[in-house]
Nanobody
Framework: QVQLVESGGGLVQPGGSLRLSCAKS????????MGWYRQVPGKQRELVAA???????NYADSVKGRFNISRDNAKKTVYLQKNSLKPGDTAVYYC?????????WGQGTQVTVSS
């Protein structure tokens, strides 16, 4: 069973930075595309950033130029570096990947941007 474990959330002031990590259990990490999503109460979960197996990246318009997704295949970990954070970035952030036809999700990590 695949497990995704996020870490790195917390409270940060507007304009600050934070790095989220997501470690994936199992083998063949390098073969899988990975994504970061976020969700606020009452809204649908939205894609923030994704990285393919060949490290091609894409971002939501709202985070372009501020967030950077990367992967370390040796550590089986994907990162989300978040800079210039805004109160609107406050959400629970989830790591995700698709194994075959099954979407796998981590438990989520809370990020709160507030002064």
């Amino acid at each position: 069973q695949v497990q995704l474990v996020e870490s790195g959330g917390g409270l940060v002031q507007p304009g600050g930075s934070l790095r989220l990590s997501c470690a994936k259990s199992g083998t063949f990490f390098s073969r899988y595309a990975m994504g970061w999503y976020r969700q606020v109460p009452g809204k649908q979960r939205e894609l923030v950033a994704a990285i393919s197996s060949d490290s091609t990246t894409n971002y939501a318009d709202s985070v372009k130029g501020r967030f950077n997704i990367s992967r370390d295949n040796a550590k089986k970990t994907v990162y989300l570096q978040k800079n210039s954070l805004k109160p609107g970035d406050t959400a629970v952030y989830y790591c995700s990947t698709r194994i075959g036809t099954i979407d796998c999700w981590g438990q989520g990590t809370q990020v709160t941007v507030s002064s």
